[in-house]
C-alpha cells in the first residue's frame, strides 16, 4: 500500500489512522532516511493514543516507553546501535513480546533481529515536505493492520 504526505503535520495524521487499528503485541517497523519522518508518524500515533506530554526521538536511549490508553507505547531507534547483541541489554525481544505496541525505527539496519510478525513503513523523502510512504505486511496480521489503516485513512482524508 503506498500513501503520500504532503507535511508534516499529515504524516502525524496518518501515523493517528494507524492508531486507531493497533491492537496488544503489533509491531511496525519504520524505515527511512533521517529526517525521513518517522518520528512525526510516532507522535501521531502517540496523540492518537492518549499520551500526554512529550514524545522525544529515542536515538539516544534507543527505547522510549509510554503509558497510554489501550496499555503501553514502545518507541524504538535502533539508529545508534552498534551490534545485534546490544539489543538483549534493553530487553529488546521481551519489550516486543510484552504485550505493548511497539514502533522501531531503523529497523533494516538488523533485518535478522526483525519479529515474524510485523508491518514495515518506508518513508522516502521528495522535494517541499513530500514524502511517499510504503505499507509492506509481512504477517497474516499485519494485513489486517495494513488494510484497516488504509481504510480509516481514506475515510479521514
Ligand atoms: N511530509 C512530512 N512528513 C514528516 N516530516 C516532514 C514532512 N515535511 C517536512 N517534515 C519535517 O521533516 C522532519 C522529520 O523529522 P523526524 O525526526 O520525524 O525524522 P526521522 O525520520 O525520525 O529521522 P531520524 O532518522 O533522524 O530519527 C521534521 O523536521 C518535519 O517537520
Ligand atoms: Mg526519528
Not at 6 to 14: D, M, N, V, Y
Not at 99 to 128: N, R
Not at 143 to 148: G, K, T
Request: hydrophobic share 40%; charged share 20%; aromatic share 8%.
Amino acid at each position: 500500500m503506498k500513501l503520500v504526505s504532503h507535511s508534516a503535520e499529515e504524516t502525524k495524521r496518518l501515523g493517528a489512522a494507524l492508531a486507531a487499528c493497533l491492537q496488544p503485541g503489533d509491531v511496525v517497523v519504520l524505515n527511512g532516511d533521517l529526517g525521513a519522518g518517522k518520528t512525526q508518524f510516532v507522535q501521531g500515533v502517540a496523540e492518537a493514543l492518549g499520551v500526554t506530554g512529550e514524545v522525544t526521538s529515542p536515538t539516544f536511549n534507543i527505547l522510549l516507553t509510554y503509558d497510554c490508553a489501550s496499555g503501553v507505547l514502545n518507541h524504538f531507534d535502533l539508529y545508534r546501535l552498534e551490534s545485534a547483541e546490544d539489543l538483549d541489554d534493553i530487553g529488546y525481544w521481551e519489550v516486543l513480546e510484552g504485550g505493548g505496541v511497539s514502533f522501531i525505527e531503523w529497523g533494516d539496519k538488523f533485518p535478522s533481529e526483525m519479529p515474524d510478525d510485523y508491518l514495515e513503513v518506508a518513508i522516502t523523502s521528495g522535494t517541499d515536505g513530500v514524502r511517499s510512504i510504503k505499507a509492506q505486511p509481512h504477517s497474516t496480521r499485519a494485513q489486517e493492520l495494513c488494510a484497516c489503516w488504509g481504510q480509516v485513512a481514506e475515510e479521514r482524508a
